[in-house]
């Protein structure tokens, strides 16, 4: 956004971002622009502009001129837009246009410079900075809900419910958390942030309170946001199992908008359709995982929501980012609600583990232990081989046909479910190739590869959680978070995992409760003695608290990688490796070449393919009634993606990923940028999407704000801000040195600097 230095100036910009929210400046039904307001109280608007109460009132003092003033559908006032040019900071004029919005009875006001927009609900909070004007659709739901909200007290906490045709208990602990989550909304707190380990049923929980705003009026729609299809499909299933006379949909990257009660999105798919939506659209917003998404590029699909928002993470307190806390409004590492999982084994809420002993070791030292991120191939074949492959699969299949029983009494038909972890594609076909060989009464059946260069991959998922077979799943990235099956009996660790998040992601996966296979405890079978590293055992539970190898807890790594691994990436090597592997064998394709052959694919297949038409159309469109025409269904992406993951070029969206570097892509982003329909931001304009993010995340004073626009626009120039910065030109002529201790402190100053750089200024790295 360019500078404008005039109030007139402004209002051009004013004007368009009050279109993009839905609103018409020319219509007179819709916005009243320089408006008289008099003195008393009006709550209609005639068409030409008048005031009435029932009938004409009469002209009293002339108390000031409303740059805009919307209104209702009824003609009644609902907000009043204060308008300043962009060197004057909107916050300040809150009392000049307070009795403007008072005399004419309108409930919300509006600052802004064109620039940086502040929501003042006045009746009820202070203005704060949002991304957008409102909706009328959402200022008039506000006073809606206002008048028909219920006391949270006043609607009872059930005992039971309905899930996939089950009577569940709703735990203890799930009720001490809504009545957590009820305790905040009393008290007008806007964020909430929930760690609950993983098995403890955060959506089931979330399910059910999203049921319980509706029906006390305080809610209509609601976000669920998360990093993974399955956890997507997950979600939706719960949703609706449990939702059942709510709507829910799932908006995937080509498909259509839907006007329903709960939008479940993948963070990656709201990154660039975050705009298509209003900043008072939603009501709640819910993060899986939140700790993922309060950084860089991720976070501007969370904070461009100003709702009541609600994190949730299994993720303990202590490894999770200071600014996941400051979003959510907490002290550094104290969330708001916590079930620890100690008391979740104690109170046999999860189901207890222990780790298979006088396996073979294949690694328990020799590779350098902060090298996180190690070339995957180059270290499968320096530490296995088809001889140790064989072995560690042998002595698996061995240990879990004779323990399984004692596991889980209830369990007839085989071993049970089994997740095995690989290291690389390649090595996860061969060990699904010797567990079939062990055992060939199955046909090849019995282990099954899951990546995501398998065509049917979610028909395979159904088939591991609800028919016998395959009883194994081999895999790489794609189970180690966000996958639930209950039924699962066996880990086995076939790589070494040096994050403690991932480690205690992986280890959950075995967590869960299965009543009808009476399921007692599940054994990790961990090769690589990872749990060493750890100092996990089954009587002294790792959290984030114990030691590595027994000298205090495992080193958390510092440097430019460590958000990598809180991001939970599907691997390490996003941006070290110069190649992507692909197919059943995990062959390896140098990623400039499969990007080159991805562009080159799609631009022969436009001429003839009707979806990727309907997408280049789309991104053609100049106006919303053409890009609403051409949106795909979901059946035309599923098919698009179907197809595009052909055993010729395995293109696919994770593939895809790795080879752009690019770890918020979606595929349909990639289909445009191979027909040059759109291109990647600039620096500048991630710079100015993070600033903007960072701005709601940390909650500054206007006059905060000013001085941090300035550093901001060095930082611009420059790449970085650095302490320096502030006594040479033309930092220095402006006082910036004083200013800044003045308003933060000196080693406040300090702290925001380094702050700043790395999350607003920060560039992903290329390898």
């Known amino acids: 956004m360019g500078k404008h230095t005039t109030e007139a100036d402004a209002r051009i910009i004013i004007d368009d971002l009050l279109r993009q929210a839905g609103w018409n400046p020319a219509d007179k039904s819709e916005v009243l622009t320089e408006f008289s307001i008099n003195g008393g109280s009006a709550n209609r608007v005639s068409e030409s502009g008048a005031i009435y109460k029932g009938e004409p009132i009469k002209t009293g003092k002339n108390i000031g001129r409303a740059d805009y003033v919307l209104l209702d559908q009824n003609g009644r006032p609902l907000a009043v837009i204060e308008a300043k040019r962009s060197a004057f900071q909107p916050y300040a004029a809150k009392q000049q246009v307070l009795p403007y919005a008072k005399a004419i009875d309108a409930s919300f006001i509006f600052l802004t410079n064109g620039e940086l927009i502040y929501f003042w609900d006045y009746k009820e909070d202070d203005a704060r900075i949002v991304n957008s004007f409102y909706s009328r659709r959402d200022l008039e739901h506000i006073v809606h809900m206002r008048k028909h909200k219920v006391a949270l007290a006043g609607i009872e906490i059930p005992d039971y419910y309905i899930r996939q045709g089950e009577q569940r208990q709703v735990r203890p602990y799930q009720q001490e958390a809504m ?391 599907d691997d390490e090597w996003l941006y070290h490796v110069t190649y992507v592997e692909v197919g059943p064998d995990g062959e390896k394709v140098d990623k400039r070449d499969y990007v080159t052959n991805w562009k080159e694919t799609i631009k022969k297949a436009l001429k003839d393919d009707p979806i990727l038409e309907k997408i280049r159309n789309q991104a053609l469109a100049t106006n919303a009634y053409e890009k609403e025409k051409y949106q795909l269904t979901g059946e035309e992406e599923e098919e698009l993606t179907r197809r595009l993951n052909s055993p010729r070029f395995f293109f696919n969206e994770e593939n895809l990923r790795r080879a752009y570097r690019q770890p918020g892509g979606n595929l349909i982003d990639f289909i445009k940028h191979a027909l040059g329909l759109i291109k990647v931001k600039s620096q500048e304009e991630i710079t100015n999407d993070n600033f903007q993010a960072w701005l709601v995340i940390k909650a500054f004073t206007p006059e905060q704000i000013d001085y941090l626009t300035l550093l901001k626009n060095r930082g611009v120039i420059k790449g970085k801000v650095k302490m320096d910065d502030l006594f040479t030109p033309p930092l220095s002529v402006l006082n910036a040195a004083t200013i800044g201790v003045e308003l933060f402190g000196e080693n406040g100053l300090k702290e925001l600097i380094g702050e700043m750089n790395e999350a607003v200024f920060k560039k992903e790295e290329a390898a």
């Open 179 to 569: 009545r957590a989550i009820d305790h905040t909304l009393e008290l007008g707190k806007r964020r909430f942030l929930m760690e609950l380990p993983t098995g403890t049923g955060k959506t089931d929980l979330i399910a059910l309170y999203i049921k319980r705003l509706m029906e006390a009026d305080r809610a209509e729609r609601v976000l669920f946001l998360v990093d993974r299809e399955q956890l997507a499909r997950q979600a939706i299933e719960a949703l609706q199992d449990i939702l059942t006379t709510h709507s829910s949909y799932w908006l995937k990257p080509g498909t259509m908008r839907q006007e329903k009660e709960i939008t479940v999105c993948l963070l990656q798919t709201m990154i660039s359709r975050y705009q298509e939506f209003t900043s008072g659209y939603f009501d709640v917003v819910i993060a899986d995982e939140c700790h993922r998404s309060i950084y860089g590029a991720w976070q501007t699909a969370l904070t461009h929501f100003d709702a009541f928002h609600i994190g949730l993470t299994a993720t303990p307190a202590i490894y999770i980012e200071r600014n996941t806390f400051r979003f959510y409004h907490c002290q550094d590492q104290k969330p708001d609600f916590v079930y620890r999982i100690q008391d979740a084994f104690k109170e046999k809420f999860l189901v207890p583990y222990k780790f298979a002993t006088g396996i073979t070791t294949i690694i328990a030292e020799g590779a350098d232990v902060d090298d996180e991120h190690y070339d995957p191939s180059e270290f499968e074949r320096k530490w296995t081989n088809a001889q140790t492959n064989r072995l560690m699969m042998q002595e698996f299949d061995r240990l879990a046909w004779q323990n399984y029983q004692e596991l889980a009494p209830g369990q007839k038909e085989g071993i049970g479910k089994a997740i095995i972890f690989a290291m690389t594609k390649h090595h996860a076909a061969r060990l699904s190739e010797y567990l079939n060989e062990l055992h060939p009464e199955h046909k090849g059946n019995y282990a099954a590869v899951i990546t995501s260069d398998v065509s049917d991959a979610d028909d395979l998922i159904r088939k591991f959680k609800y028919e016998t077979c395959p009883m194994i799943a081999v895999s790489v990235g794609m189970l180690d978070t966000g996958f639930d099956c209950r039924e699962v009996l066996h880990l086995v660790m076939c790589r070494r995992v040096r994050s403690p998040i991932l480690y205690q992601q992986m280890r959950g996966r075995g967590t869960r409760t299965c009543p009808p296979i009476n399921k007692q405890k599940f054994v990790i079978y961990d090769f690589f003695e990872n749990h060493k590293y750890f100092n996990d055992s089954d009587t002294d539970i790792f959290t984030g608290t114990g030691g590595a190898y027994g000298t205090g807890r495992p080193a958390v790594r510092k440097g430019p990688h460590r958000e990598l691994i809180d991001l939970g990436l």
